[in-house]
């Protein structure tokens, strides 16, 4: 992963433009393709997924995924199989029940809270 210290004007335009294509999006499956292709340009990444939560299961599930393993995530943890994330001991749910977040890479911590949640 490249690691970059602020976005560029590109990536702020390319947001902007995302943006409004979402905003016209009205299929989930490929709102959720847009979301993640933009997730993987900005951040040099091959792979992502969106990971949501089901209330019913008190589980988290992955609702997208892409990558070479996408189609094994979704059969394992998609919200039609058996298996669900847990909320307590793992990452994701720690992040989902905290709405934050570590990350460490070469040495360095920084912590993530999106702005403006509650």
């Given at each position: ?108 911590e920084f912590s993530v809270q999106p702005a403006g949640v509650?």
């Amino acid at each position: 992963m490249n690691v970059r210290n602020a976005l560029t004007v590109d990536d702020l335009i390319n947001l902007v433009e995302v943006g409004r294509n979402l905003a016209e999006e009205v299929e989930l499956k490929a709102l959720f393709q847009r979301i993640l292709d933009t997730a993987c340009t900005l951040t040099d990444s091959p792979d992502s997924s969106i990971i949501l939560s089901d209330d019913a299961r008190r589980m988290l599930y992955i609702a997208h995924a892409t990558g070479e393993d996408a189609e094994m995530l979704m059969t394992r943890w998609g919200r039609s199989s058996e298996k669900g994330i847990p909320l307590v001991g793992s990452k994701a749910g720690s992040v989902f029940r905290s709405l934050s977040t570590t990350l460490r890479h070469m040495g360095f911590e920084f912590s993530v809270q999106p702005a403006g949640v509650c």
